[in-house]
């Protein structure tokens, strides 16, 4: 069974760094993409990116690039989303998911329970 | 980007009900769109990949229509678990954007 395992909650101050993990189990974990989602809260979804666990290549949503990185550590079948100066504008919820070609057609189909990260100023 | 816009908003519907929700791309994104399922407190769920391509567990009481800009998300016979808040993506090129979704209240 595939299963994605993220942190449950980070809390930080603004201006410090941060990394978050989604740790993939039940598949070849450098079959799938894996792609991260951000949840302000009470608002919708965001695309934030995607990485290739087999290469480590990494798409960016436009809104993200240059704040974000992704990552991949395929000896812990782990992604990683890193802050390096955390703000209070990133207080969310993130989930990462398989990213999955489905005939030539994209689409996340598992996903992790995502993990809440919390800044305060 | 490709934005997307989703009507209504929120509707509210009874057990039973036969329940449908829009979904419009800014572009002809031909039928790469997949719709998603959020319950409260939980991370989403893919429904319907492909705008009308059944997820595998996903009841047959889910269907999706449409192609180019506009799509369709229809539940028949809305149950309990199906108050919700549904997410249409576009797939056609990165970045893989969402639109801002549907809620289904219970009435």
């Known amino acids: 069974e595939v299963q994605l395992v993220q942190p449950g909650t980070e809390v930080k101050k603004s201006g410090e760094s941060l990394r978050i993990s989604c740790e993939g189990s039940?598949?070849?974990?450098?079959?799938?993409?894996i792609t991260w989602v951000r949840q302000v809260p009470g608002k919708g979804l965001e695309w934030m990116g995607r990485?290739?666990?087999?290469?480590?290549?990494?798409n960016y949503g436009p809104s993200f690039q240059g704040h974000v990185t992704i990552s991949t550590d395929t000896s812990m079948s782990t992604v990683y989303l890193q802050w390096s100066s955390l703000t209070a504008s990133d207080t969310a919820m993130y989930y990462c998911?398989?990213?999955?070609?489905?005939?030539?057609?994209?689409?996340?189909?598992?996903w992790g329970q995502g993990t809440v990260v919390t800044v305060s100023s | 980007d490709i934005p997307m816009a989703q009507s209504p908003s929120s509707l509210s519907a009874s057990v039973g009900d036969r329940v449908t929700m829009t979904c419009r791309a800014s572009?002809?994104?031909?039928?790469?769109l997949s719709w998603y399922q959020q319950r409260p407190g939980k991370a989403p769920r893919l429904l319907i990949y492909?705008?009308?391509s059944l997820q595998g567990g996903v009841p047959s009481r889910f269907s999706g229509s449409g192609s180019g800009t506009d799509f369709t998300l229809t539940i028949d016979s809305l149950q309990p678990e199906d108050f919700a808040t549904y997410y249409c993506q576009q797939s056609y090129t990165a970045p893989f954007t969402f639109g801002p979704g549907t809620k289904v209240l219970i009435k």
């Open positions: 572009q002809n994104i031909i039928n790469f």
């Open positions: 990485v290739n666990p087999a290469t480590s290549y990494v």
């Open positions: 039940g598949y070849d974990f450098t079959k799938y993409w």
């Open positions: 998911a398989t990213h999955r070609d489905y005939g030539g057609h994209d689409a996340f189909d598992f």
């Open positions: 492909a705008a009308s």
